[in-house]
Each structure stands twice: as structure tokens, then as C-alpha cells.
């Protein structure tokens, strides 16, 4: 029999975090995924029901800093994605 969780323990829970720019993340091969996306939040929200109207909402979050992108991030991935966000830049003026 599987061990449950007992209430007030987090190991068992989920953090979702999501925002309307998500369903704009259309990039080769990676695994967000507009429809990934979407259908994620509608599991969710169709699972917790009228509950879901409790769930913490934040229209304007802030962007993310150097420290949270590298908890899922390389240094050099991140190095690789400021030199393309200097690209575009460029070529934008």
C-alpha cells in the first residue's frame, strides 16, 4: 500500500506556475509547448474545479533574476540566450 501524505506535508505537492506569454513559447523541440501548456492548465483547473478559484494569481510577475533561471538553466545555455537576445536587439534598431 502506497504511503500517503500527511496534511501539511509539501512533498507530495505541485507547484504550477503559468502565464499567457507561455502559450507564445513556440521554440523547436522544446518540451513547453503551447498545447503542452494549455493542456496542463485545463487538467488542472478541471481536477481542482471551483477550487481553482483560490489559487494565487499575478498578473504583472516580476521578470526572472540571473539566480532563479539559473536553478534550471547552464551558465552557458544562459550566456548562449543573451547573446540571441543581443542579436535581435541589434537588428531591431
Do not use: G, M, W
Given at each position: 500500500m502506497a504511503a500517503r501524505a500527511r496534511r501539511g506535508d509539501n512533498s507530495k505537492r505541485t507547484l504550477f506556475v503559468t502565464h499567457p506569454h507561455c502559450a507564445e513559447h513556440r521554440i523547436a523541440h522544446h518540451p513547453e509547448q503551447?498545447?503542452?501548456v494549455e493542456a496542463i492548465e485545463a487538467a488542472v483547473l478541471a481536477h481542482f474545479g471551483e477550487r481553482s478559484a483560490d489559487f494565487a494569481h499575478d498578473p504583472s510577475p516580476p521578470d526572472a533574476t540571473a539566480?532563479?533561471?539559473g536553478r534550471f538553466h547552464t551558465k552557458k545555455h544562459l550566456s548562449k540566450l543573451e547573446g540571441l537576445f543581443?542579436?535581435?536587439?541589434e537588428s531591431a534598431q
Open positions: 503551447p498545447k503542452r539566480e532563479a533561471l543581443d542579436k535581435v536587439e
